[in-house]
């Protein structure tokens, strides 16, 4: 499970070297896996074409349990990237249609059925146990959307 305060939210966001943000400003979803059982992940999302193509390329890497979802994308690249990266591809219906771990650098992925992408900290899919069939649902409203 993910780190979370008292009331069960989920703790502070640090993305591009910035301070803590709190997660309201991102977007909270709970993961469900096949077997029922869920974790949450703080995600900040990425619909500019710029902030796309950039992805987690010169940040600082997200806080376990937080990531930078990509969306529309269907192909990720690592180009650039000093160390690896754990992805996510997820369909219209925000289900986990492949989960790679440990992505490395100098590498492109891609997936035709997906709608989107998940750029995670490497060995976040392992931690938590993230596999193909999973599925996101809101837990908080989402607010700004990464900037270009």
């Known amino acids: ?73 269907r192909s990720v690249h690592s180009f650039g990237m000093h160390g690896r990266i754990d992805l996510l591809f997820v369909d219209d219906r925000s289900q986990v249609l492949e989960a790679h771990s440990g992505f490395a650098p100098w590498r492109i992925a891609s997936c035709r059925r997906a709608r989107s992408a998940i750029e995670l900290r490497a060995g976040e899919v392992l931690r938590l146990c993230i596999t193909t069939g999973s599925r996101l649902e809101p837990h908080a409203i989402f607010f700004p959307s990464a900037k270009d």
């Open 1 to 73: 499970m993910n780190e979370a305060d008292a009331n069960g939210r989920p703790g502070a966001c640090t993305m591009d070297g910035e301070a803590p943000v709190d997660a309201a400003h991102h977007g909270s979803w709970r993961l469900v896996r096949p077997d029922g059982s869920y974790c949450v992940l703080v995600l900040q999302r990425a619909t500019r074409f710029g902030a796309r193509l950039r992805g987690l390329l010169g940040r600082a890497l997200p806080a376990p349990g937080h990531g930078l979802w990509l969306e529309p994308c």
